[in-house]
């Protein structure tokens, strides 16, 4: 095992806190394009070469950084995956959610999903360098631009590289410890409903409101939640109308679903589809949008995790695991029947709020156990 003493969580925040300060909603191009600089020059300096492929559809950059590992190049080896968008706005770290230090509790935006995951595996990658040692197996290190909307622009450049990989580590953050062996499925749907035109004032009696309508419709959609069989619509997005004066003729709403088992994903599927409909002058339409699949765990990815679970055994402590409804770029190398772990970043709570925060007692043992992995897998 890698000594102890090479492990310090100050030293791991010094390295996370200027990329926390690096505000990177995935619509901000600029901002997410910072991070991949930011995480380009720590790979170079880990000896790394770096492949990146400039962003499309609207977002940022993807950056691959490849290492060497103990074994042959052409070896089949580790894919650690990240991704460096947030859901929170610029100027959040201004506003509602600034870096501050509570106790254990580190606060910031992205700091827990998951710069804070991104960090650990970079200095888990450090330790290893300043040990005199490399990993095992050859390590490509995946920064995505865009997970927090579904990956839509990097999903078949992940899916293609985890092909070429044995393993996958995914940086995700963890909830009490336990890493991720399964995701459900998620699909995101457009929903969008029609109305007839009419001047709000003089013939507002003429025309029909899509807005109206869609009021109406979200209450059906998230009323379509089954907590007991782990199947919930939430609507998160509701764009709709021109002028306050001009009967609102078009709205449209993006619909986030989650299924636990492919049987449940099918009946979603249908149900979302069964709200289109045409009657007195409102006509509904679903589109579907981006889909994570279902995540199972298998055998490959239950042999990963039984080695991780003696790692931390060693380490001196319970790594437990389960599937989660949290969806993650590891739903689909998972569902490619690839060996992969996810949840091995910080430990924590608050993701996607004002609230998110890590623990700052987690940074050494979940470095650790990164650290771990890199230096044995085979």
Same mark, same amino acid.
């Given at each position: 095992?890698?000594?102890?003493?090479?492990?310090?969580?100050?030293?791991?925040?010094?390295?996370?806190?200027?990329?926390?300060?690096?505000?990177?909603?995935?619509?901000?191009?600029?901002?997410?394009?910072?991070?991949?600089?930011?995480?380009?020059?720590? =790979?170079?300096?880990?000896?790394?070469?770096?492949?990146?492929?400039?962003?499309?559809?609207?977002?940022?950059?993807?950056?691959?950084?490849?290492?060497?590992?103990?074994?042959?190049?052409?070896?089949?080896?580790?894919?650690?995956?990240?991704?460096?968008?947030?859901?929170?706005?610029?100027?959040?770290?201004?506003?509602?959610?600034?870096?501050?230090?509570?106790?254990?509790?580190?606060?910031?935006?992205?700091?827990?999903?998951?710069?804070?995951?991104?960090?650990?595996?970079?200095?888990?990658?450090?330790?290893?360098?300043?040990?005199?040692?490399?990993?095992?197996?050859?390590?490509?290190?995946?920064?995505?631009?865009?997970?927090?909307?579904?990956?839509?622009?990097?999903?078949?450049?992940?899916?293609?590289?985890?092909?070429?990989?044995?393993?996958?580590?995914?940086?995700?953050?963890?909830?009490?410890?336990?890493?991720?062996?399964?995701?459900?499925?998620?699909?995101?749907?457009?929903?969008?409903?029609?109305?007839?035109?009419?001047?709000?004032?003089?013939?507002?009696?003429?025309?029909?409101?899509?807005?109206?309508?869609?009021?109406?419709?979200?209450?059906?959609?998230?009323?379509?939640?089954?907590?007991?069989?782990?199947?919930?619509?939430?609507?998160?997005?509701?764009?709709?109308?021109?002028?306050?004066?001009?009967?609102?003729?078009?709205?449209?709403?993006?619909?986030?679903?989650?299924?636990?088992?492919?049987?449940?994903?099918?009946?979603?599927?249908?149900?979302?589809?069964?709200?289109?409909?045409?009657?007195?002058?409102?006509?509904?339409?679903?589109?579907?949008?981006?889909?994570?699949? =279902?995540?199972?765990?298998?055998?490959?990815?239950?042999?990963?995790?039984?080695?991780?679970?003696?790692?931390?055994?060693?380490?001196?402590?319970?790594?437990?695991?389960?599937?989660?409804?949290?969806?993650?770029?590891?739903?689909?190398?998972?569902?490619?029947?690839?060996?992969?772990?996810?949840?091995?970043?910080?430990?924590?709570?608050?993701?996607?709020?004002?609230?998110?925060?890590?623990?700052?007692?987690?940074?050494?043992?979940?470095?650790?156990?990164?650290?771990?992995?890199?230096?044995?897998?085979?």
């Amino acid at each position: 095992m890698l000594n102890a003493n090479l492990f310090d969580a100050e030293e791991i925040l010094d390295g996370l806190l200027p990329w926390v300060r690096c505000e990177s909603p995935t619509g901000d191009v600029a901002g997410v394009n910072r991070m991949m600089d930011m995480a380009s020059d720590a =790979l170079l300096r880990l000896g790394g070469t770096i492949e990146r492929t400039p962003g499309k559809d609207g977002f940022g950059d993807i950056v691959v950084g490849r290492l060497g590992g103990a074994e042959p190049t052409n070896s089949a080896g580790v894919l650690i995956l990240s991704h460096l968008d947030t859901v929170h706005l610029t100027g959040t770290l201004e506003g509602r959610l600034p870096l501050r230090r509570d106790g254990d509790r580190y606060y910031g935006p992205g700091i827990y999903d998951m710069k804070g995951g991104v960090r650990i595996a970079m200095h888990a990658l450090e330790v290893l360098r300043r040990a005199g040692m490399q990993s095992r197996l050859p390590v490509s290190y995946m920064l995505v631009p865009d997970e927090e909307v579904g990956s839509p622009s990097s999903r078949a450049a992940i899916e293609a590289e985890a092909k070429r990989h044995k393993y996958v580590l995914v940086t995700e953050p963890c909830k009490n410890g336990v890493v991720v062996t399964g995701r459900f499925a998620f699909q995101r749907f457009w929903v969008t409903v029609h109305g007839r035109p009419a001047h709000a004032g003089a013939n507002n009696r003429l025309g029909r409101s899509a807005i109206r309508a869609m009021a109406r419709l979200v209450e059906r959609i998230e009323g379509m939640t089954d907590f007991d069989r782990g199947m919930t619509f939430s609507v998160g997005t509701i764009q709709g109308g021109t002028f306050v004066n001009v009967m609102p003729i078009e709205c449209r709403a993006q619909v986030l679903t989650v299924a636990p088992t492919q049987a449940i994903f099918e009946e979603v599927a249908a149900m979302m589809k069964a709200l289109e409909d045409e009657d007195d002058g409102i006509r509904v339409t679903v589109e579907k949008g981006p889909v994570r699949p =279902l995540w199972e765990p298998h055998r490959e990815t239950m042999g990963l995790y039984e080695k991780a679970h003696g790692l931390a055994r060693d380490l001196g402590f319970e790594l437990k695991h389960g599937s989660f409804g949290g969806g993650s770029d590891g739903n689909f190398t998972g569902a490619l029947g690839v060996a992969t772990l996810d949840g091995l970043g910080v430990d924590g709570a608050g993701a996607h709020t004002f609230e998110e925060h890590l623990l700052v007692s987690s940074l050494v043992p979940r470095c650790r156990l990164f650290a771990e992995l890199l230096r044995t897998l085979s």
